[in-house]
């Protein structure tokens, strides 16, 4: 039965009473504890809710206080054995304050940046409706005749690199082949480097301003993006309908503030100084990265070279 299989794991699953001031009246005594009505209330409220109305009925309840008895009983006993004295013991426990203590500081860091980036959000990179209306009319063409594109590119991190990737192609090597052995964008060169579709505004401008403007089939020179070096093809277009304009600015509003909280990143950069020495990301190992890019159902093309 599942009531009686979750009160036989209840003892090993649940927080142990003691260690708490007595509160309530005293239902049971073990030794020298004790399990009260305000202790039963508590450990009630962290069963699971499909459990609680059975737990609430009178068989229930005695069943439930005698399974405090029992975890309670075998807590004494494990304490007089000097379970708590064990070296396995104390390592587990210091082990656990560790990782609570990372836990705690891993919350408090995220509170404090999901609370300042709400600051920058209201006050430093919301859109104004000038700002919107000014950019719909600049871009009407976008959304009265919207194009979407799917492409290909190679994604390197130096010159060098890109130089190599190039020359291999204009030698006759296929693009998904170099792709495929060459691409950091492990993802899509899984697919020869293919991205998209996508529309304008939904990439970085430099990538944008080279691809849209490409011939189907045309490969680019190496194009230099805040992600890297690219070698961008054309693999296909396609007119879509046009975007009814109230969804449009609804799109608008989020590209400005993508594009205000990038220069906002980047002015902070430099006002942090910050400094980073992406070759000493050489000797790390690349498995966990490549696990997680295995397990990612889509590719991050979008993702990757969006604003």
């Known amino acids: 039965m599942k009531v ?4 036989a794991l209840l003892i090993c699953g ?7 001031k007595q509160k309530g009246d005293i239902i049971a005594k073990v030794g ?39 975890e ?8 007089q054995a000097g379970v708590n004295k064990r070296e396995e013991y104390k390592n587990s426990i210091e082990g656990f304050k560790a990782e609570q203590k990372k836990q705690l500081k891993d919350y408090e860091d995220g509170l404090m940046i999901e609370m300042y980036l ?42 060098e690199e890109a130089e190599i990737a190039f020359d291999r192609i204009k030698k006759g090597e296929s693009f998904d082949k170099v792709a495929q052995e060459m691409s950091t964008d492990k993802v899509s060169a899984q697919r020869g480097g293919q991205i998209g579709p996508f529309r304008r505004g939904e990439l970085v401008k430099e990538f944008e301003e080279v691809v849209f403007n490409l011939k189907k089939g045309e490969i680019s020179d190496i194009v230099e993006t805040p992600f890297g070096l690219h070698i961008i093809t054309k693999v296909s277009e396609e007119k879509l309908p046009p975007i009814p304009e109230d969804v ?11 594009t205000k909280f990038e220069k906002w990143f980047e002015d902070t950069k430099k006002k942090l100084n910050v400094t980073i020495d992406y070759s000493k990301l050489d000797n790390m190992s690349d498995t966990n990265v490549t696990q997680a890019n295995e397990e990612q159902q889509d590719g991050p093309g979008l993702d990757s070279f969006s604003n």
């Open 4 to 7: 009686l299989k979750f009160f």
């Open 14 to 20: 649940l927080l142990v009473l003691g260690g708490c």
């Open 32 to 70: 020298g504890d004790t399990i009260t009505t305000e202790d039963f209330s508590e450990r009630l409220m962290s069963a699971p809710p499909a459990y609680q109305a059975y737990i609430n009925t009178e068989p229930g309840k005695k069943q439930f206080i005698d399974l405090l008895v029992r």
């Open 72 to 79: 309670k009983l075998i807590l004494e006993s494990a304490k």
């Open 118 to 159: 709400k600051d920058v959000q209201e006050n430093m990179i919301t859109a104004s409706e000038d700002e919107i209306n000014k950019y719909y009319e600049e871009h009407k063409e976008d959304f009265t005749n919207p194009i979407a594109v799917v492409a290909k590119h190679i994604l390197v991190p130096t010159r």
């Open 248 to 258: 449009a600015k609804a799109e608008i509003k989020s590209i400005i503030e993508k």
